[in-house]
């Protein structure tokens, strides 16, 4: 099995920064692409950034430059640093990996569990 595991979410006043760290673990062959997605209440799941292993980054164009994605492939870790926080940047933000697993086989996609990041004062 594979498991996503995120942290680092929390209550940040706006102007604010946050790093949220995501692991991944279990029966994992190789990791393609990780990422991270956000979905704020009554919306849908968006897409906020993602790295090749090969360090090829793509980001939302909304986020005028205020993230940043990166990613330790030994530790099968990715982080986003999220500086500048705004209101609207405030949802539940969930890890992605597009990876080959060994139990079950295959090549599919993970999500973590989701981290809530709420920016306010």
């Known amino acids: 099995q594979v498991q996503l595991v995120e942290s680092g979410g929390g209550l940040v006043q706006p102007g604010g920064s946050l790093r949220l760290s995501c692991a991944a673990s279990g029966s994992i062959f190789s990791i393609y692409t990780m990422g991270w997605y956000r979905q704020a209440p009554g919306k849908q799941r968006d897409l906020v950034a993602t790295?090749?292993?090969?360090?090829?980054?793509n980001y939302a164009d909304s986020l005028e430059g205020r993230f940043t994605i990166s990613r330790d492939n030994h530790k099968n870790t990715v982080y986003l640093q999220m500086n500048g926080l705004k209101p609207e940047d405030t949802a539940v933000y969930y890890c992605n990996a597009h990876l080959v697993a060994t139990m079950p086989p295959g090549l599919r996609d993970y999500w973590g569990q989701g981290t809530q990041v709420t920016v306010s004062s």
């Open positions: 790295i090749t292993s090969g360090g090829s980054t």
